[in-house]
């Protein structure tokens, strides 16, 4: 298997861009989630579904992120329009009975 | 408070010692538990996940769970070079800060 596959691995765009990352989930696995992470603030999740569907999403930070998993095997996590402070490493992570294995991560840098 | 706290660190042990690694919890209704290890630059990676009360041995690697006392531990023994990252504590969907474990040769 592949492991979770991410996309773009680096991101660089300028304040005001709309900016979309991409996850691939490890097939046969049925719970998705989207952290960032930062030196200040550690491993922070943002969102996760089960089954497709989102179950919590208590700690997106704000109306400009946007998550949305229409299939088995895609997500997106979408930040319009992205500001400097949002410049982290964005990890999606898949889990079938709890233990989560990580994608590579997208280090995300806004100008 | 933080849902997981763990002992900031860093921790730094000779090779071949007992590195442990301590982390407490909130959520009392919990029911599985996890230590990740982070290599700089690179992403989390699943090392141990324990569910019950008691230790849970995987070759070097001694995950120990207290559920009464809101209490979980890892223990690092005959400590290799290899060994140094950061090590997050989990609980369901929580994340540690983590501590960094520098191993000396």
């Known amino acids: 298997d592949a492991g979770v596959i991410q996309s773009p691995r680096h991101e660089v765009t300028e304040m005001g861009q709309e900016v979309t990352l991409r996850c691939k989930p490890i097939?046969?696995?049925?719970?998705l989630f989207w952290y960032r992470q930062t030196m200040m603030r550690g491993l922070e999740l943002l969102i996760y579904f089960n089954n497709n569907v989102p179950i919590d999403d208590s700690g997106m930070p704000e109306d400009r992120f946007s998550a949305k998993m229409p299939n088995a095997s895609f997500s997106t996590l979408k930040i319009q329009p992205s500001e400097p402070r949002d410049s982290a490493v964005y990890f999606c992570a898949s889990s079938f009975n709890n233990e989560q294995f990580f994608g590579p991560g997208t280090r995300l840098t806004v100008l | 408070q933080k849902e997981v706290e763990q002992n900031s660190g860093p921790l730094s042990v000779p090779e071949g010692a007992i590195a442990s690694l301590n982390c407490t919890y909130s959520?009392?209704?919990?029911?599985?538990f996890f230590w990740y290890r982070q290599y700089s630059g690179k992403s989390p990676e699943l090392i141990m996940s324990?569910?019950?009360?008691g230790d849970k041995e995987d070759g070097r690697f001694t995950a120990q769970l207290n559920k009464a006392s809101q209490y979980v531990s890892l223990l690092i023994r005959d400590s290799q070079p290899s060994d140094s990252a950061t090590y997050l504590c989990?609980?369901?969907?929580?994340f540690g800060a983590g501590t960094t474990v520098t191993v000396r040769a």
């Open positions: 324990i569910y019950s009360n």
């Open positions: 959520d009392r209704v919990s029911q599985s």
């Open positions: 097939s046969g696995h049925n719970s």
């Open positions: 989990a609980v369901r969907t929580g």
